[in-house]
């Protein structure tokens, strides 16, 4: 997925190029909106469940107008796995902590996250601000079959 990754930096440093001007700013997003892999509705995460394989990116984007987080929940992690969440922070508490004090680990619109699986399994996560909505993701990640 080096070329989806490759897409998605040029949509950003167009995105960057034009900030300011909404109408081509619109078009930059037609061009590259779909070049992720979950999207982040108002209080959804689109698909709801994502399978992928070990090693592949996962991007997230937020094609909504409130802000979210990606938080995984560490109790649902598979053994060896790797902690994940927007902002980078090494456990569930510090992240959700941070979101509380900060906004840390914040998504604005149309931002992006990407995470990298290296453990096969199922992974929880949440958007911190809506799960009481029931804003809640899994990640089904398989080995790669070749
Ligand atoms: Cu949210």
């Known amino acids: 997925m080096h070329r989806r990754a490759y897409i998605a930096s040029l949509g950003t ?10 109408a081509l700013g619109d078009v930059g997003e037609e061009l590259f909106g779909a070049e992720y892999d979950i ?9 709801e469940t994502f399978e992928t ?15 979210h ?9 598979p053994d060896g796995a790797a902690y994940f969440a927007s ?6 508490d ?14 604005a619109p149309r931002e992006t996250y990407t995470h990298t699986f ?11 601000p809506h799960v ?3 804003m809640i993701g899994t990640v089904v990640v398989t080995e790669p079959t070749e």
């Open 94 to 107: 510090t992240a959700r902590a941070a979101w509380h004090d900060s906004f840390g680990g914040r998504i």
């Open 13 to 22: 440093v167009i995105a960057a190029a034009l900030a300011g001007c909404t």
């Open 118 to 128: 290296e453990v096969p399994g199922t992974y929880g996560y949440i958007c911190e």
């Open 87 to 92: 902002g980078g922070f090494e456990d569930e």
């Open 53 to 67: 394989t070990v090693g592949e990116p996962v991007v997230w984007k937020n094609t909504s107008g409130a802000d």
């Open 69 to 77: 987080t990606v938080t995984a929940l560490e109790r649902s992690l």
């Open 39 to 47: 999207g982040m509705s108002r209080n959804e995460f689109l698909p």
């Open 132 to 134: 009481g909505g029931g």
